[in-house]
């Protein structure tokens, strides 16, 4: 037991891809070859080869965690990604499917049954159930709530009706409480005879009679002070506290700030209600980091990365035609251009290069200020002090790589006008970029959404127009 753990430490997810894709592989081989033979008995002799072959890539899945089966089957293709979810244990189809990723987790309860719905879910915690939950069909949900006992069905109706994104939504109620005024050698005895403790408990929920949070005994404590002294003295009377309606994000934040493995979370009046985990958060992260890679790319987060061709296609079409209209009205800045470029050849093959650079430059500021907004660190105080300092690097960069590109302009075309009029483009079209960088996801945040949907797209249309518009403008000002 103790050299499987081991083997499962030290073996990497990849590796485990790529055993059971040549499982697969080997299995669907065999299977073609038995098939197409003739032999008597031949559908018995089908059937044990196919059994013996499940059955090494059945035994391979039972040594994995839950995460690394959710990791393999969403590196596989659908056909593939059945056959395995079908070689899964019942038990752990619950623990699978909230590892999964959303788009995943639709294929997957595709496959099933109520019946297998009802049952994997059933086996979850209740935060779990609560993630789980609007992904099932509505008739599988009400057949699931009344499967649990009363206690478990309220939490799990007190955590659907917070928004998705809130404290409220991710925390468990899975927690142990403690009175100020026992002692230490009490809270020891109780703990003893709980004999088990939740997940991530680095601390115990220090409550009065009516059950409002008055503080916080981390467990070191309580195992390095006298047995008579009481959790009142030694207890945390500040802890960092939520409640259900905060956002995750801050949440989040704060996890990372304080280094907290576990938070509790009060009601209104302070109430102890549940507690907010430090697995939870970083999935969250996960979660939110994913979502705005794809975002970025004008991407949804349900995509499956093997879903089908016409599924995928209407998932994309939206950001093409947003960049379909952003390119055609930078195709009619040049067109306005078109004779100053008859006249001067050249120009249509320097112009991408201002516009290549601006791009780069507003895709920089823009991260910046994403990043800075997701983490809360740009407010009213400060904004105007980043964008003076954004500007003031564009403005450098823009003086350096532009006299570095009219003096490569000058020695390809031996033209002093056209170098010197790259020069003052790529200044002018760094600066257009980094506050096109700074300003695209302001405002984006300042509509209520996700500053990371949608920023590249216009900080890409914003510097493509206006160095082509910079550009093309100063050569007919000056060389034409």
Same mark, same amino acid.
Not at 82 to 111: C, Q, T
């Given at each position: 037991?103790?050299?499987?753990?081991?083997?499962?430490?030290?073996?990497?997810?990849?590796?485990?891809?790529?055993?059971?894709?040549?499982?697969?592989?080997?299995?669907?081989?065999?299977?073609?070859?038995?098939?197409?033979?003739? #032999?008597?008995?031949?559908?018995?002799?089908?059937?044990?080869?196919?059994?013996?072959?499940? @059955?090494?890539?059945?035994?391979?899945?039972?040594?994995?965690?839950?995460?690394?089966?959710?990791?393999?089957?969403?590196?596989?293709?659908?056909?593939?990604?059945?056959?395995?979810?079908?070689?899964?244990?019942?038990?752990?189809? =619950?623990?699978?499917?909230?590892?999964?990723?959303?788009?995943?987790?639709?294929?997957?309860? @595709?496959?099933?049954?109520?019946?297998?719905?009802?049952?994997?879910? &059933?086996?979850?915690?209740?935060?779990?159930?609560?993630?789980?939950?609007?992904?099932?069909?509505?008739?599988?949900?009400?057949?699931?709530?009344?499967?649990?006992?009363?206690?478990?069905?309220?939490?799990?109706?007190?955590?659907?009706?917070?928004?998705?994104?809130?404290?409220?939504?991710?925390?468990?109620?899975?927690?142990?409480?403690?009175?100020?005024?026992?002692?230490?050698?009490?809270?020891?005895?109780?703990?003893?005879?709980?004999?088990?403790?939740?997940?991530?408990?680095?601390?115990?929920?220090?409550?009065?009679?009516?059950?409002?949070?008055?503080?916080?005994?981390?467990?070191?404590?309580?195992?390095?002070?006298?047995?008579?002294?009481?959790? &009142?003295?030694?207890?945390?009377?500040?802890?960092?506290?939520?409640?259900?309606?905060?956002?995750?994000?801050?949440?989040?934040?704060?996890?990372?700030?304080?280094?907290?493995?576990?938070?509790?979370?009060?009601?209104?009046?302070?109430?102890?209600? =549940?507690?907010?985990?430090?697995?939870?958060?970083?999935?969250?992260?996960?979660?939110?980091?994913?979502?705005? #890679?794809?975002?970025?790319?004008?991407?949804?987060?349900?995509?499956?990365?093997?879903?089908?061709?016409?599924?995928?296609?209407?998932?994309?079409?939206?950001?093409?035609?947003?960049?379909?209209?952003?390119?055609?009205?930078?195709?009619?800045?040049?067109?306005?251009?078109?004779?100053?470029?008859?006249?001067?050849?050249?120009?249509?093959?320097? #112009?991408?290069?201002?516009?290549?650079?601006?791009?780069?430059?507003?895709?920089?500021?823009?991260?910046?200020?994403?990043?800075?907004?997701?983490?809360? *660190?740009?407010?009213?105080?400060?904004?105007?002090?980043? *964008?003076?300092?954004?500007?003031?690097?564009?403005?450098?960069?823009?003086?350096?790589?532009?006299?570095?590109? =009219?003096?490569?302009?000058?020695?390809?075309? =031996?033209?002093?006008?056209?170098? &010197?009029?790259?020069?003052?483009?790529?200044? *002018?079209?760094?600066?257009?970029?980094?506050?096109?960088?700074?300003?695209?996801?302001?405002?984006?945040?300042?509509?209520?959404?996700?500053? @990371?949907?949608?920023?590249?797209?216009?900080?890409?249309?914003?510097?493509?127009?206006?160095?082509?518009?910079?550009?093309?403008?100063?050569?007919? #000002?000056?060389?034409?």
């Amino acid at each position: 037991m103790a050299e499987d753990r081991e083997n499962r430490i030290s073996e990497q997810p990849e590796d485990s891809i790529r055993q059971v894709m040549d499982l697969i592989a080997r299995h669907r081989l065999v299977e073609n070859l038995v098939h197409k033979q003739d #032999m008597p008995r031949h559908e018995l002799v089908e059937s044990l080869v196919h059994k013996q072959n499940l @059955a090494e890539l059945q035994k391979k899945l039972d040594q994995l965690h839950p995460a690394d089966v959710a990791y393999i089957l969403e590196a596989l293709p659908l056909e593939d990604r059945l056959l395995v979810w079908d070689l899964v244990k019942a038990e752990r189809d =619950g623990d699978i499917l909230i590892e999964v990723s959303d788009a995943v987790r639709e294929s997957l309860i @595709a496959s099933m049954d109520n019946q297998e719905l009802v049952a994997a879910a &059933a086996s979850l915690d209740t935060d779990e159930i609560a993630d789980l939950a609007p992904d099932l069909p509505r008739d599988v949900v009400q057949e699931l709530l009344r499967s649990l006992d009363e206690t478990k069905r309220a939490q799990v109706v007190s955590s659907l009706s917070y928004r998705e994104d809130s404290v409220g939504a991710l925390m468990d109620y899975d927690f142990v409480t403690i009175r100020a005024d026992v002692t230490v050698e009490a809270a020891l005895r109780y703990l003893r005879r709980l004999g088990d403790l939740p997940s991530h408990t680095d601390k115990l929920f220090v409550i009065e009679r009516d059950g409002t949070l008055i503080g916080v005994l981390p467990l070191k404590r309580l195992l390095i002070h006298d047995p008579e002294v009481h959790i &009142a003295a030694i207890m945390v009377d500040d802890p960092v506290s939520f409640q259900p309606e905060d956002d995750a994000s801050d949440a989040a934040q704060a996890f990372e700030r304080y280094d907290l493995i576990t938070a509790p979370v009060v009601d209104a009046r302070g109430k102890l209600i =549940g507690r907010l985990t430090v697995d939870v958060v970083v999935d969250f992260i996960r979660a939110q980091t994913e979502s705005d #890679m794809l975002a970025l790319a004008g991407l949804r987060e349900e995509e499956d990365l093997f879903t089908t061709v016409w599924k995928a296609a209407k998932n994309r079409w939206m950001w093409l035609a947003i960049n379909l209209c952003t390119a055609l009205v930078a195709s009619r800045v040049v067109g306005a251009f078109e004779g100053s470029i008859e006249k001067l050849a050249a120009l249509a093959a320097l #112009m991408p290069i201002v516009a290549g650079l601006g791009g780069n430059t507003g895709n920089q500021t823009g991260t910046l200020v994403v990043r800075g907004l997701a983490l809360g *660190l740009i407010n009213r105080d400060n904004a105007m002090r980043l *964008l003076v300092k954004e500007l003031g690097i564009s403005l450098l960069n823009g003086a350096v790589w532009g006299g570095v590109m =009219g003096v490569v302009t000058y020695l390809l075309y =031996g033209n002093v006008g056209l170098g &010197a009029v790259m020069a003052l483009a790529m200044l *002018l079209n760094l600066t257009v970029a980094a506050l096109a960088g700074f300003l695209a996801p302001t405002l984006i945040d300042r509509l209520g959404r996700d500053p @990371a949907f949608g920023t590249a797209v216009l900080i890409t249309f914003i510097t493509d127009s206006m160095g082509f518009f910079i550009f093309l403008g100063l050569a007919t #000002m000056f060389l034409l």
